[in-house]
């Protein structure tokens, strides 16, 4: 008997490599086009709904009207229980010349360019909820390779809350609205998370992330990406070493103030979404650098800790993060529903070259993923919705169930077979086969956390040593603001126990603010979280972090920081001109011009809409007033010359309360000539040398130019954060 042999194939020659093309052969525009049914029937009449006389019932004849109804009656499908708000774009991977020597991915070799779609998405709240909630955020990629669909699914902290992922419907459930009220809303500040808290020390790292600048992004695009779990790279010869996955942006990574995220909540909630997506439209592509962190097999107990352990993170001055690549976003969704909210990322989405390790909060996350499309996307072939397509062939026995798009040719449904000469055949390695790392494992079954995880707090304290002062001050009232939301007191006192473990000194300031002492720890069982039933809770108790530590800046967002270092720009910075019927147009015309010229964008602010007439008679429009925006929306606020308008500015309280709500908030701020007056007026207590102060520039008639640059200067560097440390010390 012969057996047929498989024709061989490169992966060039069988794969398009065009996820925009193939999308639109699924996609349609009714513009020019008559309104048709379901069915490709045409409407003649779809404002009136068939009745028995004009003013008679509606009859259940009408077919128009049920198939139009009951489409809209099942248009919902169960939002996401975690990461159900996000956002998503579609771009390129470029892969560098180095990651060859890595990985066999073919994704991975030299200049190889693979398209992309990216979401990032809020992780506590619903799909109403704010974009600027204090929260994590997610960072999910689904790489269209020519090897099969790769999902890198992770968030914007390198490290998570719990390190077994049986523990993950416990944390969600606290994190999430109690359930007796549905409150609060994509919020962390209330009792059953605190308890959560304080029963599981092994969550104190991640909450001191949470509690940082890093939860309340500036913009999707000045964020970081983290893979969070340890992977595993594979090279061609079979070699493999453990890998961490980063996203490094390239216009830098910031944050806004907590107050300023608030009100952003209240003015647009859509903040995040809304910057993403115009950014895109005007050409603004965002970029990261992916970067890997990579750690030779024979390595992994080098460390003080577990890198299994996803509550750990690697620090970089140990393991510097190689660039492998560059992903750019330029090309927003057609529909947000049919893409950004059917794709479906799984972990167990890989290619060649890459492999899980492990880690047994990926392990569980790797069953989770899956299932949860099975009830979110209907059944099993949630991989045939066009923006989950491989653009690889797929080929398998796997047949039938909801919805089911493909039509599978042929007699034969299953494997091994002689009718179809073994075909679709396993494929060897040589030819693409994804074989699992091969890894001899033993040991006694049992549930038990590893004695190498039992160090809750030793990172944490690195994480807080990291911070600038000012970033430890945002921390320290994060915590402040949390725990006053907290009723029960025990827990406020057990939550202040768990973080004396990692400063003394950090539990003392959260605990002023709160009026209340820090206990002590002794006698306290700390650790709820990692034993069973007949376990001896002393046995998995940790230690307190000690004061040597040790400090990484590469976890600081401070502008000068080594993640912040090289990419101060005023590209795509949103820049508030505020200015009235009198103002220098001249002057503001000039600086637009500069503005643009240094890639900013500005808008002119006035005490009403339509045009701005100059103290010259030259006239320009106005975008908005003090009653439609907020100085929350913008990086940075400058003031225009003008006796006339500065007066009346003046006498404008929501014009005197931008200029001092862009100040508290440690903005550039810049006045031309008479627009100092207006700076004077905003003013507060403790801020009486506002002029004088950091990241505050003014300049007199005849110094247009040098004002100017002075303030893109101060617009690259972000924020002027030593302002709040002055005016409000924590």
């Known amino acids: 008997m012969s057996d047929k042999p498989l024709a061989k194939q490169t992966h060039n020659d069988v794969v398009n490599t065009d996820k925009t093309a193939e999308l639109a052969q699924h996609t349609t525009d009714g513009t020019g086009h008559y309104l048709t049914s379901n069915q490709g029937l045409r409407i003649n009449d779809d404002q009136n709904s068939l009745k028995a006389g004009e003013r008679g019932p509606t009859l259940l004849e009408d077919f128009l009207f049920r198939e139009k109804m009951t489409h809209f009656d099942h248009e919902r499908i169960p939002e996401r229980v975690v990461h159900a708000r996000g956002v998503a774009a579609h771009g390129e991977f470029v892969a560098y010349d180095n990651a060859a020597a890595l990985s066999k991915a073919h994704f991975l070799q030299p200049g190889v360019k693979t398209p992309v779609f990216t979401r990032f998405s809020t992780v506590a709240g619903s799909r109403g909820a704010s974009d600027l909630s204090r929260d994590v955020r997610g960072f999910a990629v689904k790489f269209y390779t020519q090897e099969g669909v790769y999902d890198l699914v992770g968030n914007n902290m390198p490290v998570f809350f719990i390190q077994d992922s049986i523990k993950f419907p416990d944390f969600v459930h606290a994190v999430k609205p109690e359930p007796h009220n549905e409150i609060p809303q994509g919020a962390s500040a209330h009792d059953t998370f605190y308890d959560f808290i304080s029963a599981n020390p092994e969550s104190t790292h991640m909450l001191l992330w949470a509690m940082s600048d890093r939860a309340l992004p500036r913009s999707l695009r000045m964020m970081e990406g983290f893979g969070v779990h340890t992977f595993r790279l594979v090279d061609a010869d ?93 090309r927003n969704v057609d529909n947000y529903f049919a893409e950004t909210e059917q794709v479906a990322f799984c972990l167990s989405h890989i290619v060649p070259g890459i492999d899980f390790s492990n880690d047994p909060l990926l392990q569980g996350r ?90 809750f707090y030793s990172q944490a304290r690195l994480f807080w040593n990291s911070q600038s002062d000012a970033e430890q001050m945002h921390i320290v009232k994060a915590l402040r603001f949390e725990l006053s939301h907290v009723q029960l007191e025990w827990i406020r006192e057990r939550t202040l126990v768990q973080l004396s473990q990692v400063d003394p000194d950090l539990a003392r300031r959260v605990a ?65 001109i505020l200015a009235t019927d009198g103002a220098d147009v001249a002057a503001i015309g000039e600086l637009m011009k500069t503005l643009n010229n240094a890639g900013a964008q500005s808008a002119i602010i006035a005490t009403h809409l339509g045009t701005l007439k100059g103290s010259d008679g030259q006239g320009i429009l106005i975008n908005w007033t003090f009653q439609s925006t907020s100085s929350a929306l913008f990086d940075a606020v400058y003031v225009a010359g003008g006796a006339g308008s500065v007066a009346k500015l003046k006498q404008d309280a929501d014009a005197v309360r931008f200029v001092n709500e862009a100040y508290r908030h440690c903005k550039p701020i810049a006045a031309a000539a008479e627009g100092e007056e207006l700076l004077q007026a905003a003013a507060y207590p403790g801020a009486t040398d506002i002029i004088g102060a950091e990241g505050v520039v003014v300049g007199q008639s005849g110094q247009a130019d040098q004002l100017a640059a002075q303030f893109l200067q101060a617009i690259a560097k972000h924020r002027f954060w030593g302002r709040e440390l002055k005016a409000m010390p924590a």
């Not at 919805?403 to 040589?430: C, E, W």
């Open 238 to 330: 079979g070699k493999w070493r453990f890998v961490k996955f980063h996203w490094k942006p390239l216009l830098g990574t910031h944050s806004v103030a907590w107050e300023e995220a608030q009100q952003i909540s209240g003015k647009d909630p859509d903040f995040h979404r809304r910057d993403l997506w115009a950014n895109i439209e005007m050409g603004n592509y965002p970029e990261w650098e992916l970067g890997v962190q990579v750690v030779e097999a024979e390595d992994e107990h080098k460390f003080g800790f577990d890198i299994l352990d996803s509550t750990k993170l690697i620090p970089e001055e140990l393991v510097p993060v190689q660039a492998i690549g560059k992903m750019t976003l330029n």
């Open 512 to 576: 002023e603010g709160l009026g209340a002492e820090v206990p002590s720890a002794e006698g306290v069982q700390l650790n709820y979280g990692a034993i069973g039933a007949d376990d001896n809770p002393a046995d998995f108790q940790s230690a307190p972090a000690t004061a040597d530590a040790g400090s990484s800046p590469h976890l600081s967002i401070a502008a000068d920081s080594p993640i912040n270092q090289g990419k101060g720009s005023a590209k795509t910075r949103q820049i508030a």
């Open 366 to 455: 790797l069953f989770s993923y899956l299932d949860t499309q099975l009830k979110r996307l209907g059944g099993p072939n949630f991989h045939e919705i066009p923006i989950n397509r491989s653009l690889a062939p797929v080929r398998n026995n796997q047949r039938d169930g909801h919805m089911r798009q493909t039509i599978n040719k042929g007699q034969v449904a299953y494997g091994p077979n002689l009718i179809n000469d073994q075909y679709p055949k396993q494929a060897p390695q040589s030819e693409g086969g994804f074989n699992t790392v091969y890894e001899r494992v033993e040991g006694p079954k049992i549930r038990r956390r590893s004695k190498s995880f039992i160090d």
